[in-house]
C-alpha cells in the first residue's frame, strides 16, 4: 500500500497540457507479459503519455485525440529505438518531427555487424590453429574496444602470447581485409 500510494502520488495520468518539442517513444513489458506504450519528454525526461498498449491505432488516436494539429506540429524530433512500426504514424500524427534513432541501438547495430564480418572470417581461414583464427575467436573483445592498449604487453589466453592488444588486433586484421575494411 505504501508503494502504491508513493505512485499515485507521483504518477499523473493526465497528458502534459503543451507537447515539448523533443520526445522519446518507447516500449516495455507491463503486467501479464504485456508490452506498454511510454513517451517522455527528451530534455526533462517527465512523462508525457503511458498507454496500455503498443498498437499504432492506440498511440495515434491518445496523440490526436489530446493535442491539437498545432500543438503536435511544434513537435520537431522523435527519438526511438528501431521500431519500423512507429516511424509510420509518427508523420502522421507529429508532421514536423525527425525521427532519431537512439545511441544504444546505433551501437548495438554496428556491434553485430562487426561480429557478422568478424564470423565470416573465421569461416573462410583454413588453419584453426592460427594466430589470427586464435585471436578473432577467443579474444573477440578486442575489436569492441574503442581504443586499445598499444603500450602493455599481456597474456592473451588461447593466442598463448604476451602481446598488446593493438598487436593482436594488426594480427587478425592484416590477414582479413574485409575485416579491416
Given at each position: ?13 493526465r ?17 501479464h507479459?504485456?508490452?506498454?506504450f511510454i513517451?517522455?519528454d527528451a530534455?526533462?525526461h ?6 496500455g ?23 520537431q ?6 521500431n ?10 507529429f508532421?514536423k518531427?525527425?525521427?532519431v ?14 561480429a ?10 583454413d ?6 583464427y586464435k585471436?578473432?575467436?577467443t579474444?573477440?573483445r ?17 593466442l598463448?602470447?604476451?602481446v ?16 579491416k575494411?
Amino acid at each position: 500500500s505504501s508503494v502504491q500510494r508513493i505512485i499515485d502520488q507521483n504518477l499523473k495520468l493526465r497528458p502534459a497540457r503543451r507537447l515539448p518539442t523533443r520526445l522519446c517513444f518507447d516500449e516495455f513489458r507491463s503486467t501479464h507479459g504485456m508490452m506498454s506504450f511510454i513517451c517522455l519528454d527528451a530534455d526533462s525526461h517527465r512523462l508525457i503519455a503511458l498507454l496500455g498498449d503498443r498498437f499504432n491505432r492506440t498511440i495515434k488516436n491518445f496523440f490526436i485525440a489530446h493535442y491539437s494539429l498545432a500543438e503536435r506540429t511544434r513537435v520537431q524530433t522523435v527519438t526511438m529505438d528501431m521500431n519500423a512500426a512507429y516511424q509510420t504514424i509518427i508523420h502522421e500524427v507529429f508532421p514536423k518531427a525527425q525521427v532519431v534513432i537512439d545511441r544504444f541501438h546505433i551501437i548495438q547495430l554496428a556491434a553485430r555487424a562487426l561480429a557478422q564480418v568478424r564470423v565470416q572470417a573465421l569461416k573462410q581461414l583454413d588453419d584453426k590453429h592460427s594466430r589470427p583464427y586464435k585471436i578473432m575467436k577467443t579474444n573477440w573483445r578486442l575489436f569492441h574496444q574503442t581504443a586499445p592498449d598499444a603500450k602493455h604487453k599481456q597474456f592473451l589466453f588461447g593466442l598463448n602470447e604476451y602481446v598488446t592488444q593493438q598487436e593482436a588486433i594488426d594480427i587478425a586484421l592484416d590477414t582479413e581485409p574485409k575485416l579491416k575494411q
